[in-house]
């Protein structure tokens, strides 16, 4: 269950983040760099993951997990924060508490908390979901080559969800890696080539990239498909300004 939360949380925020509405403010290039340093790069948490519990453990933090389910539902987030936290004091390995309490953090845009338990959560289990996680929380505190790091890690471990390559693209153009950004972006698109969404964000790299005739092509797909689309037809005459303005010259 909390897989799934997570991963809806994951394209949310991403989506939120991402928006092809967003790419003309451009503001990522501006961004100014973070003061920690990589998580990616830290030495990795030590855990006891072959730590015996006994019987009477396991129960408490069943306990306490369920416990910060019901403060949940009540809206009661720091106290669900502080039984989650609790559960790890007893076993800091614990999956369940670590997805929650992850997910916590997330929703409150505590991002390096967030980060340090989904590179704990991607070292203990090797799930792409934690990794793309980590990536998206990574992103959000501008660690970029750390976010492109755990995102290429997610991709690997799974390929065929086309949110990863595209949350990738959006991290290398952050980079101002564009042609690995296009190489990213088309990879999704190919596994969904009727996405809007993707085809704006390619577009828009291409034309980055002053590969006009590339752009033309994408934004003619999102036509093909969305016949009254504004947006795609008015940054179409954008590209076709752009092409006349350089074969003027």
């Not at 403010?25 to 730590?51: C, G, Q, R, Y």
């Not at 752009?215 to 504004?230: D, G, R, V």
């Amino acid at each position: 269950m909390w897989t799934y939360l997570l991963l809806f949380l994951s394209i949310s925020l991403f989506v939120g983040v991402f928006a092809h509405r967003a790419y003309y403010l451009n503001v990522k290039k501006n961004t100014p760099a973070p003061e920690k340093k990589s998580l990616i790069d830290e030495e990795p948490l030590e855990i006891d993951d072959t730590k015996k519990l006994s019987k009477q453990e396991k129960i408490d933090i069943s306990a306490l997990c369920e416990k910060a389910d019901i403060k949940l539902k009540v809206g009661d987030e720091e106290e669900a924060i502080k039984l989650l936290v609790q559960a790890m004091s007893i076993d800091p390995a614990n999956i369940e508490a670590q997805q929650k309490l992850a997910m916590l953090y997330m929703q409150k845009q505590m991002y390096s908390s967030a980060a340090a338990l989904f590179k704990q959560l991607g070292d203990l289990t090797g799930d792409a979901v934690h990794y793309s996680n980590l990536g998206l929380a990574l992103y959000q505190q501008q660690e970029f080559e750390a976010a492109k790091e755990a995102y290429q890690r997610a991709v690997i471990l799974d390929p065929s969800r086309p949110q990863r390559f595209i949350s990738l693209a959006q991290v290398y153009r952050s980079l101002d890696q564009v042609s690995n950004a296009i190489v990213a972006a088309n990879k999704a698109h190919n596994m969904d080539p009727e996405n809007i969404d993707f085809l704006f964000l390619i577009a828009d790299l291409q034309m980055d990239s002053k590969n006009y005739e590339e752009s033309l092509n994408a934004l003619k797909k999102i036509i093909e498909f969305s016949p009254e689309n504004t947006e795609a037809k008015n940054y179409l005459k954008k590209v076709k300004k752009a092409i006349n303005d350089e074969n003027k010259v």
